[in-house]
């Protein structure tokens, strides 16, 4: 599968921005999806990830409350909804499949990875 992130952009804190992973293929609905970020000098870290069929999610902590992740597997598009976005929340997001059962959080265990959107949150 391919994956294309989207939707990036320079926000001011507080706002809003939806970001969109749209993937290729018609096997979609059998991944486990998820999103990452990776700040300027730091490891890439997990966000959220979404079951196949988007009725279970798991967020980090640092986003909890703020940030939604969703999916159309009719569409074949996942979504990350961010609202009152911070600074600190500035980084290049993530979108990643993943083939095996659950929902993983360590990035390694993903198989397939979009190219990235930068998201910049200015204060």
């Known amino acids: 599968v391919q994956l294309q992130a989207s939707g990036g952009g320079l926000v001011q804190a507080g706002d809003s921005l939806r970001l969109s992973c749209a993937a290729s293929?018609?096997?979609?609905?059998?991944?486990?999806m998820g999103w990452f970020r990776q700040a300027p000098g730091k490891e890439r870290e997990f966000v959220a990830t979404?079951?196949?069929?988007?009725?279970?999610?798991y967020y980090a902590d640092s986003v909890k409350g703020r940030f939604t992740i969703s999916r159309d597997n009719a569409k074949n598009t996942a979504w990350l909804q961010m609202s009152r976005l911070k600074p600190e929340d500035t980084a290049v997001y993530y979108c990643?499949?993943?083939?095996?059962?659950?929902?993983?959080?360590?990035?390694?265990?993903?198989?397939?990875w979009g190219q990235g959107t930068l998201v910049t949150v200015s204060s």
């Open positions: 990643a499949a993943y083939t095996g059962v659950g929902l993983p959080t360590k990035s390694t265990l993903y198989d397939y």
């Open positions: 293929g018609r096997t979609f609905s059998s991944y486990y």
């Open positions: 979404i079951s196949r069929g988007g009725s279970t999610t």
